[in-house]
């Protein structure tokens, strides 16, 4: 297991270092807590609510589907190594598989299980529109009213 | 063999544990130094992107920022929340910066690849034949999506043991978005692995010799959408719904102070780095590059000096991301993965190995393409159709309702 040791090691070495940083922080900082510090973040205002403990269904049926995923990708991984043996027999089960794979992603997806967000409503103005209307007709700019141009003016004329 | 027993290590002798010692020490220090300059890089290139100056009072050019930033955050007042789960909350941390040490020990920092040479190089005297990486397993690229999915929980755990409310948020966000880049991330993969037909990083950057890149080897679609994933998979801009500070304060390190922030802000530039470094090793060729030109004493460096002129371009490109891109709405982000990536990434992948198959087996390479692009049309339409019929079925009940 040689191509293991240094994995070991550098692993062994990191945790070292988060542990020494920790200890180093831990003495050197001022240890001075009060109850508005301890208190959850809220912009400096006295929580009310305790943090939620549900949560939409929609997060858990994402994890569901990922672990469907990942099947099928650990499945393909030996695929990609040994496609040359098995020949046309391997790319037909694994496509027969991504089909089977696909098709749950088919009903999951026709099932709204992946909407996320409000629906986008597009609402008919009940307002009369003609192509009079523009931008330029409907928008009035604010203080050009009452603002003549002189005839002469310096900065009018450059 | 069969326990993955690397020929180059099978004796282990003193030399051979002190080459490794050396190497381990040496990449520590070569990370810990490369988050210092990624840091700095990151607010000097961003704040140009500004028209700002950034940094530019510690050292020259402000490059020791990122250091003077680190030792005031020893100083500062470690505080865990009355809510929080202590041992929970203290735990997250390191589940947040050990994988991202570990990920980049199967990166091939350098050595020659030409004429199946496998990038040993010798070290020590020329008894001690090394890798210039810190190990090679054969499930090199599993071992990285592992501890990718291990830094999952880093993120996961904080925010649930806060106790509060924005971590709480984040996290549950960052899980969903993790997990279902995850997805995209392996399946685009898929078509590296069926180039080179191995998962040993080491292999997967030999069978890249004489610019026969898998960014375009594959394709270029696998490329683009690991990059894709990957920007998810970090939580960086535009992907960072995770810590939306418009929404979410910090995301879900709202309650972390002094030194153990600084962890989590470790490791989260050390996983560009060696995302980056990933990346370059899939799709670039890792250290790959003309060598030829050169005289004999630079031979053995210039691979060590393409791979971080790749690697510098990624870094670069992440930056650029941040610095121009708008943040996604989170229906996007889930849409974008699992409606887009996924399922393009496994047609790819299936037409990539239907070409090869067909290679071996002599069927006509246009019916294969033809047969292929018809189907994924087909599957395109499917997925959809099977949007809109989602879309309507939700219309229709939020007008009954």
């Known amino acids: 297991m040689g191509q293991y040791l240094p994995i070991l090691a550098l692993g062994i070495l990191a945790t070292l270092f988060a542990l020494i940083s920790l200890i180093a922080s831990r003495l050197l900082n001022p240890g001075r807590p009060n109850d508005a510090k301890n208190a959850p973040y809220e912009c400096g205002i006295v929580d009310q609510v305790a943090p939620p403990e549900r949560f939409p269904v929609r997060f858990y049926l994402v994890a569901m589907i990922f672990i469907v995923f990942d099947i099928e990708i650990i499945f393909l991984y030996p695929f990609t190594a040994v496609y040359r043996e098995l020949g046309s027999f391997g790319l037909v089960s694994v496509i027969e598989f991504a089909v089977a794979v696909f098709a749950s992603f088919l009903y999951v997806v026709a099932n709204g299980a992946l909407d996320w967000g409000p629906l986008k409503q597009v609402r008919r103005s009940g307002m009369m529109v003609t192509p009079s209307r523009t931008s330029t007709s409907t928008i009035r700019r604010v203080g050009q009213e009452g603002r003549e141009v002189h005839v002469g003016d310096e900065g009018v004329a450059a | ?401």
């Not at chain 2, 929980?153 to 996290?171: C, E, N, Q, R, T």
């Not at chain 2, 992948?349 to 239907?354: E, G």
């Not at chain 2, 879309?391 to 229709?396: E, F, I, K, N």
């Open chain 2, 1 to 401: 063999m069969i326990f993955g027993i690397d020929p180059l290590l099978e004796n282990i002798d003193g030399a051979a544990i002190l080459i490794v010692l050396v190497k381990v020490v040496i990449a520590f220090a070569a990370l810990m130094v490369s988050v210092m300059a990624m840091v700095w890089f990151e607010r000097k290139i961003v704040a140009r992107m500004q028209n700002r100056l950034g940094p530019n009072v510690a050292g020259p050019f402000g490059i020791l920022q990122t250091l003077a930033d680190g030792i005031k955050l020893f100083f500062k007042e470690d505080l865990i929340p009355d809510n929080a789960d202590p041992f929970v909350f203290r735990l997250a941390p390191y589940l947040s910066l050990v994988p991202a040490f570990l990920v980049f020990m199967v990166i091939p920092l350098g050595g020659d690849f030409n004429n199946g040479k496998g990038g040993v190089v010798t070290w020590f005297g020329s008894t001690n034949e090394t890798l210039f990486q810190l190990a090679d397993p054969h499930i090199g690229i599993l071992f990285v999506l592992a501890m990718s999915s291990i830094a999952v929980y880093g993120v996961m755990l904080a925010g649930w043991s806060s106790g509060s409310k924005y971590p709480l948020l984040g996290s549950v966000r960052a899980t969903a978005q993790m997990v279902s880049y995850e997805a995209a991330l392996g399946l685009s993969l898929l078509a590296v692995l069926l180039n080179s037909g191995s998962l040993s990083t080491n292999a997967i950057v030999a069978g890249q010799q004489a610019w026969n890149w898998n960014a375009w080897a594959t394709g270029g679609v696998p490329f683009i959408v690991f990059m894709i994933a990957a920007t998810a998979e970090l939580n960086r801009p535009p992907f960072d719904l995770v810590e939306a500070e418009q929404e979410l304060v910090g995301g879900f390190h709202t309650e972390y102070s002094s030194i153990r922030f600084a962890l989590f802000f470790l490791a989260e530039f050390m996983n560009t780095i060696t995302m980056s470094a990933v990346i370059v090793t899939l799709f670039l060729g890792g250290p790959a590059g003309p060598t030829g030109w050169a005289p004999e004493w630079l031979q053995g460096v210039l691979p060590t000096v393409y791979f971080f002129a790749k690697l510098l371009m990624f870094l670069f490109i992440f930056v650029w991301f941040r610095g121009t891109l708008p943040r996604l709405r989170y229906d996007q982000l889930m849409d974008l993965g699992w409606k887009v990536l996924i399922p393009l990434s496994l047609a790819w992948f299936l037409l990539l190995a239907a070409f090869k198959v067909g290679q071996d087996q002599n069927w006509n390479r246009f019916l294969v393409g033809g047969v292929g692009v018809v189907t994924i049309v087909f599957g395109a339409a499917l997925v959809s159709g099977a949007a809109s019929a989602a879309r309507a079925r939700r219309a229709d009940q939020e007008v009954a309702s």
